[in-house]
Structure formats: C-alpha cells, structure tokens
C-alpha cells in the first residue's frame, strides 16, 4: 500500500475525535523546517510516517475531555560521534495527549499527570507537534551499532570497527554454566 506524502494538518480535534478516524501519512523529514536544519544531507527519501488519533474520554466526574495518541517513525540523518559518518538515525514517537481549555490548567494538571496536558485550540497544528516531539526522541549522542569503517583513534591507530576477538557475552555465559551442571 503507498501512502501520499503529506504534511500533518492543521486541523480541529473536536471533529476529528468525532469521527474516531486516525489522521495519518508519510512526510519527509525535509519538510520538517526545524527538524532538519543543520542535518547532514543523505541519499534516499527519508520518510517520517506519524498516524494521530483523537478521542472523547468521559471521566467518572466532569466533563469528557479529548485525548490525543501520536504516534510517529522515521530515519534521520546524523553524524555518528564514533566514525563522524552521517548516518540514518531511527527515531520514534509515541505519546498521549490530553487537552484542557486554558494554560492555567494546563500548567497546573501537566505537573499531576502522567500524559502531556495541552490547551485545546481551534486550529491545532499537528506538524508542530510531532516535530517537537522528533526533536525531543533525536539520539543524545548519535551512533552507528557497529561503523561501517574503522575508527582512527586520537592516538592514530586504526581500531576494527567491529572486533571478532571479543568474548561473546552468551559464550561467557554458557562457560559459566558447565562448570557449574544443575
Ligand atoms: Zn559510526
């Protein structure tokens, strides 16, 4: 199945929890103004797909309030601290939102409660928000698993980027174990 590339809308929640259909699609991380500035360019179309999903939740006492389920995935490009190489980096989201009138509450009910607490706007930029929230599941220090090529150390050795030599932990394990039967 291909999905159109889109831009998350800036929509209305209230209907859209209405409807109870998920708003979805595939954006790329290019069009992500704040997001990719200052990323290393990569080939390839490198493509967040996010899917959100508005729904009215009665609580037992009050009025029913909106929540919010975003959820998004994607490669961005990085540098690896290791080998300065960039890289795709796999950044997901995925995260409930529950939606108040007014900051006062917001600010007072974000602090008490375990999902974020927004304020309820008509015209609720979803972009903005699933950006923030890749900006804040980035890698704090980005890294291949294993370098592609090996590393120069500061010293100017050359180190294998991926070492055979060294003990497999199940090896270890398994060692461990037959000296020890039952
Ligand atoms: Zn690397």
């Known amino acids: 199945m291909t999905v159109e590339h889109s831009l998350p809308p800036v929509l209305d929640l209230r209907p859209v929890a209405h409807r109870a ?3 979805k699609g595939q954006t790329p991380v290019g069009r992500f103004v704040r997001l990719s500035e200052g990323l290393p360019e ?14 009215w939740r009665a609580p037992l006492a009050g009025e029913p309030a909106l929540w919010l389920h975003v959820q998004a995935h994607g490669a961005v490009p ?16 995925d995260r409930w939102f529950r939606f108040v009138a007014d900051e006062a509450t917001a600010a007072q009910e974000d602090d008490e409660s375990e ?27 980005p890294m291949h698993e294993v370098c592609p090529t090996p590393v ?30 039952g």
């Open 115 to 141: 999902e974020d607490v927004l304020v309820l706007e008509p015209r609720f930029d979803l972009q903005a928000l699933i950006e923030d929230e890749l900006l804040m599941a980035l890698p704090l220090v």
């Open 152 to 181: 120069k150390t500061t010293a100017g050795v050359l180190e294998e980027a991926a070492p055979d030599d060294k003990p497999h932990p199940f090896a270890a394990l398994a060692a461990l174990k037959k000296g020890h039967p």
């Open 21 to 23: 259909e998920p708003v």
């Open 78 to 93: 990085q540098i690896c601290q290791r080998c300065l190489h960039p890289f795709a980096a796999e950044v997901a989201v």
């Open 42 to 55: 990569l080939s390839g179309d490198l493509l967040v797909t996010w899917r959100a999903h508005a729904e």
